[in-house]
Structures are given as C-alpha cells and as structure tokens.
C-alpha cells in the first residue's frame, strides 16, 4: 500500500502565503515526478506545478513567480510555497507522485485526498 498524505492548507487573505506539503509512505521502491493539481468548484482538475526526481520543476502559466514547488527525496515529499496568493488560487490541491513499488511493478499514479486552499479577505 502507498498513501500520499497532504498538509497545510487554510484560509488565507489575498497576497498572504501558505506552504502545502505532501509525504508518501508505504511500499516505495523509488518516485519519478511529484506535483501538485488543483480543482476549483465547477472547474476541472488542473495542474498547477511538478518536479522531476532530479530536480526539473515546470509550472502553469498562473502561478509562475508565485509559487515554488520543491521536494526532499530522503523524505519522500514534496511542497509548494505559495505566495502573493489571490481569491482565483482557491481551490482542493491534490497532491500527485509516480510510484515504483518494487523492481517487478511499472510506476503508477497516486493521488493524495487533497488539502483546501481558500483565499479571501
């Protein structure tokens, strides 16, 4: 079994920070990409920033210069600095990472239950 688990969302007013974080634990034999997607109400899931097991991050056009994505492999985790947030940042961010669970098994997607992000005055 592999759970991601996430942490650090809230409430926050426009222009404050939030740091979200993402561990997995479990059966790992080793992680490719992590990241991090969004879903605003009546909106579909959207990706919002990943990073590469060596360090390689790509980001959506909204969130550049806002956010950072980042990772700690010996923790198996992964996080996103968010800051100058703004009211259309709301939304549930899932954290998302490729999973090797041994030699014998291809990687597979796993999803975290994801965290609320709200922001408003």
């Known amino acids: 079994q592999v759970q991601l688990v996430e942490s650090g969302g809230g409430l926050v007013q426009p222009g404050g920070s939030l740091r979200l974080s993402c561990a997995a634990s479990?059966?790992?034999?080793?992680?490719?990409?992590m990241g991090w997607y969004r879903q605003a109400p009546g909106k579909q899931r959207e990706l919002v920033a990943t990073i590469t097991s060596g360090g390689i991050t790509n980001y959506a056009d909204s969130v550049k210069g806002r956010f950072t994505i980042s990772r700690d492999n010996a923790k198996n985790t992964v996080y996103l600095q968010m800051d100058s947030l703004k009211p259309e940042d709301t939304a549930v961010y899932y954290c998302n990472a490729e999973i090797r669970r041994g030699l014998g098994f291809g990687p597979r997607s796993y999803w975290g239950q994801g965290t609320q992000v709200t922001v408003s005055s």
């Open positions: 479990g059966s790992i034999f080793s992680i490719n990409a």
